[in-house]
């Protein structure tokens, strides 16, 4: 998978999991969108991943957590929290192709 087509899955996982309880309520009267398979698809490989690459995944894709707040909570710099966010992309990258 490119990781141009990762980055907009984590943008709307991420807005789905803001938006979440909106999402449950609309599937009871709607249906169920889209985004909930590829929310599942991408937590289900997540739960494999180093505990760095899950917890920042967690934090910034399902906690709605910004890259400069998770690296002052966690006492890491911005630069650290980045690195690890490439080695995301990545590991999502090898393991949905």
């Known amino acids: 998978m490119q990781a141009e087509e ?3 899955n984590l943008l709307d996982i991420r807005y789905y999991y803001f938006r979440k309880k909106a999402f449950d309520k609309a599937t009871l009267e709607v249906g169920e969108n889209a985004i909930v398979k590829v929310v599942k698809q991408y937590n289900a490989i997540i739960v494999n991943a180093p505990p760095r690459l899950y917890d920042l995944y967690v934090s910034l ?3 709605n957590t910004t890259q400069e707040n998770l690296a002052e909570e966690l006492n890491y710099s911005s630069d650290y929290i980045q690195k690890l966010h490439q080695k995301l992309m990545q590991y999502f990258q090898e393991n949905l192709s």
């Open 6 to 8: 990762i980055r907009k």
């Open 61 to 63: 894709y399902t906690q």
